[in-house]
């Protein structure tokens, strides 16, 4: 600013400042004041301003553009005082004319000139004085010319009423730089220059800094009565603070309108733009190709595999990061480098640290754990247990699950599990090819992702519960996945190259085997789990699941305690299935109980005795004697089903009648509606030799009902309980009591052999049976049970029918048929 002083040109006038003129100093001379009715000309070249004009007492920044306005320029600076005249356009669309001209304006003088080309020149002005237009005259090169006449400021005297006037305009500006700070330095720059003890110079400078239009601001300059004047500005100040604190305002809710995620965003490429600075953040695709590079620095991938990663990342390296094939490319590149290849886990073969853990984690079981102890100690010997596939097949709640987690932690392996239940697409086992919209690799890919190492143990739950339908074959697809022959090599439809998974234990689960394909289980060993006895589940619970339910209670050790009278009560009235879930259920709602105890204020612990179980469960749900003892026409089965064992009451019963006949209720299957009508044919065949008469059905309509109507029975093992049902009616003969049979028959009076036999054991104790007959064949299977099972029990083995009646009706056996029935045990 110091050299724009220097050439500043403003005349002493009264109530105006005194600038020194350069060009009226001279060397080693005190510089003369100069009138500026002694300076100004009284004829100006004009410039037409748009859209504002300009007030006395300013440095404007002027540009003016075309010829006409550029010779107006050249042809002031060419007179020794280097005036012009300022004054406002009256429409701004229209061209410039003496007819669209405000008649007042400013004069002043060129200080300097900033910037000059052929027709476009940037100068700066000071402008002096007011000035009203008296006549205009065109010049030949286009010129605007003006004879003027000058209003100047007349001297004021302060008063209070000027000094108020002054202080209002100058409370005014003090709130409009506390909104809108860049007005400081305008008003620094008024300061330097001139007095706030001028009212008029004051007035001017606060109508300048507003943002009213160009028409009111044309009223102000044309106002030359100070006190007028300074009215009228401060009409306009307040319009400008109002609409200052308005922009504020709007500002300030615009501000608090920006959402979380905008101000994240903002924040994010900040991050990115500074991390990018300091180098320690590349560009985005240069960024993938280093982090699937690093990747690949500790992988082992096979030949195919590390040529096609190599010809994608090539790829990648080509497309831009817009295009649709970069993204498709990215995420194959992502899959295929953050799979485990070559990454293996230590295996740990040491037998007492396997047994420690199955102990651990789980109660009896004693057949599954010694076969899986095999299954480790062979892996010990043979340096790896690849090729295995284990198939645990049992009740619900037997923990199938929870020993596939006990094997991976034996081994020191990663443990996976997901669900094949319901599954009806081929796509999620061997995943989608690229070329679809969403395409992801299939279950196994994903697994193996998620385990980080390539021999983990894979858990497939529900292998017996996987469908089919238009979309594929899941149970086929798997035969490639679970083939030890074939796994080496497996292609998943994603990534298309060859990945080793015979190094994944395989652990599947079901609860039976009918609905697995045969090629499916062919390709897998099956270990049977057939549920627990009651005293087993009372260690269990003991164990296990009381401790658990009261750390998933809140309730500390020690406060609750179940007796063993009331957990053997609780298995025998409550929860009788064959594995420990539904007991579980019942510790948890005791939990509960005792929970809203604790929360309503006691302190004292609980105890949980035989005779207290009914207030916290509610009714037995199983009566203490479910058998007929005593009653005609009623025998006792044992059946198989997905849940277990179970015993199963069949009942007949003869109706006088003209016509006979024979009528099954009770909701059963093909196979067992056929056992019925070889027993009907069988008991009716041989009424004589079993001492009734020959006619008995002749004269009676028979109806034979197998109770709990509402579940679907089948299958051929109840075919000597349907007979011996018969002739309990027939004969009118009890059966023994605690008598439990099973066993095919056939027409000729043979007993064939069953499944399930451990299953039907467990069912028989659970159930309170004391003497059991099975098959002949079936001795083998039921003297390969624990020791546990077989105690106490009294079992019979028969190869006919004439057995199984000796046995049942308490008939000594003839010598011809002691050679079928077992020692008892």
């Known amino acids: 600013m110091s050299d724009e002083k220097d050439e500043m040109f403003e005349p ?22 100069i009138l500026a009715s002694e300076v100004l000309p009284s004829s100006l070249p004009l410039i037409p301003l748009r859209p504002r004009p300009a007030f006395p007492g300013i440095i404007l920044p002027l540009a003016v553009n075309g010829a006409e306005r550029a010779a107006t320029i050249r042809q002031a600076m060419d007179t020794p005082s280097r005036a012009i005249g300022l004054l406002l356009a009256e429409d701004s669309e229209e061209a410039d004319g003496p007819d669209n001209l405000h008649s007042v304006g400013v004069a002043g003088k060129i200080m300097k000139i900033l910037h000059q080309e052929e027709d476009t020149i ?28 000058y209003h100047y400021g007349a001297e004021m005297s302060v008063n209070p009423e000027l000094k108020a006037y002054s202080m209002a305009i100058i409370g005014a500006l003090k709130e409009l730089v506390q909104i809108n700070p860049l007005y400081s330095e305008e008003i620094k720059m008024f300061l330097n220059r001139s007095s706030l003890d001028d009212p008029g110079r004051l007035a001017d400078f606060a109508a300048n800094l507003t943002s009213a239009d160009g028409h009111e601001l044309q009223n102000i300059l044309e106002t030359f009565d ?33 959402s979380k995620q905008q101000r994240e965003f903002f924040l994010k490429e900040q991050l990115k733009a500074i991390k990018k600075e300091l180098g320690l953040e590349k560009e985005g695709k240069a960024a993938e190709v280093e982090k699937f590079e690093k990747r690949l620095a500790e992988l082992k991938l096979n030949e195919e595999a590390q040529k096609t990663v190599n010809e994608e990342l090539e790829k990648l390296k080509l497309l831009e990061p817009n295009s649709p094939e970069y993204t498709v490319t990215r995420n194959y590149l992502d899959w295929l480098t953050i799979l485990p290849w070559g990454r293996f886990s230590k295996d740990s073969y040491r037998i007492d640290r396997a047994r420690n853990v199955l102990d651990r984690d789980h109660y009896g079981l004693e057949d599954v754990k ?35 987690h006990s094997v991976a932690d034996a081994l020191g392996r990663k443990f996976y599990r997901f669900s094949l239940g319901g599954m009806r697409d081929e796509a999620e086992i061997k995943g989608h090819r690229r070329t679809y919209i969403g395409a992801m690799p299939g279950k196994f890919v994903q697994a193996m992702k998620s385990a980080g190492t390539a021999n983990p143990v894979l858990m497939l739950d529900e292998i017996d519960k996987i469908g089919a339908s238009y979309q594929g074959d899941p149970a086929s697809a798997l035969l490639e996945v679970l083939d030890p022959e074939q796994n080496n090599s497996f292609r998943d439809h994603y990534l298309d190259v060859p990945y080793d998974l015979s190094n994944v234990l395989f652990i ?7 609905t697995i394909p045969a090629a499916l289980l062919d390709r897998m060993e099956v270990i049977r789990l057939s549920g627990y006895i009651k005293e087993e589940k009372v260690e269990i619970a003991r164990r296990y699941l009381v401790p658990k339910a009261l750390q998933g209670h809140g309730i500390p050790k020690g406060k609750v305690a179940i007796r063993r009278d009331a957990l053997e009560k609780i298995i025998d009235d409550y929860a009788r299935e064959a594995g420990v879930r539904n007991l579980e259920n019942r510790i948890k709602k005791i939990m509960r109980k005792a929970a809203m105890e604790f929360a309503g204020g006691r302190e004292s612990k609980i105890t949980i005795t035989q005779k207290e179980v009914e207030s916290y469960l509610g009714k037995p749900v199983f009566t203490a004697d479910e058998f007929f003892e005593g009653v005609p026409g009623v025998a006792t089965g ?25 009528k099954q209720t009770g909701q059963l299957g093909n196979v067992m509606v056929e056992s019925s009508e070889i027993a009907y044919s069988f008991t009716m065949g041989h009424l004589k030799k079993y001492g009734s008469d020959a006619d008995f ?13 509402a579940t679907p029975k089948d299958g051929p093992s109840a075919g000597i309980t349907m007979t011996t049902a018969l002739l309990s009616m027939v004969l009118n003969k009890p059966v023994r009591d605690r008598l439990g049979m099973t066993g095919e028959l056939t027409l000729t009076g043979r007993v064939l052999p069953i499944g399930g036999v451990k299953e039907k054991t467990i069912a028989a104790r659970r159930g309170g049976l004391k003497t059991l007959i099975f098959p002949e064949a079936n001795r083998k299977d039921f003297e390969g049970l624990p020791s546990y099972l077989q105690e106490g029990l009294e079992v019979h083995f028969a190869t006919n029918y004439d057995e199984v009646f000796e046995i049942a009706f308490n008939q000594s056996p003839p010598k011809s048929t002691k050679r079928g029935k077992s020692k008892n045990t």
């Not at 000071?126 to 010049?139: A, C, G, K, S, Y």
């Not at 922009?247 to 501000?255: A, C, G, L, S, V």
């Open 508 to 514: 599947a689960t079901a609860n039976q085997l009918d």
């Open 638 to 662: 044992l059946a198989w089903t997905s849940m277990g064992g179970a015993t199963l009451q069949i009942e007949a019963t003869a109706v006088p009648s003209k016509n006979k006949g024979f």
């Open 122 to 149: 940037h100068l700066l002005v000071n402008t002096l004085e007011r000035f009203t237009i008296e006549d205009i005259v065109v010049q030949d090169n286009g010129v605007l010319r003006g004879r003027v006449q």
């Open 697 to 709: 059905f002749d004269r009676h309509f028979v109806h034979l009902h197998v109770p709990a109507g």
């Open 12 to 33: 002493d006038l009264p109530g105006g400042d005194n600038n020194d003129l350069e060009d009226e100093q001279e060397s080693g001379q005190e510089s003369g004041l």
């Open 370 to 404: 010694d076969r899986i102890l095999e299954f480790i100690a062979v892996g010990k010997m043979k340096g790896d247990i690849s090729g295995s596939i284990l198939c645990l097949v049992g009740p619900p709640g037997v923990g199938k699950t929870s020993i596939g």
């Open 226 to 258: 100070v006190k007028k004047r300074i009215d009228r500005v401060l009409v306009l100040l307040k319009k400008e603070l109002e609409v200052s604190r308005l922009q504020t305002k709007i500002t300030k809710q615009i501000e608090e309108k920006i």
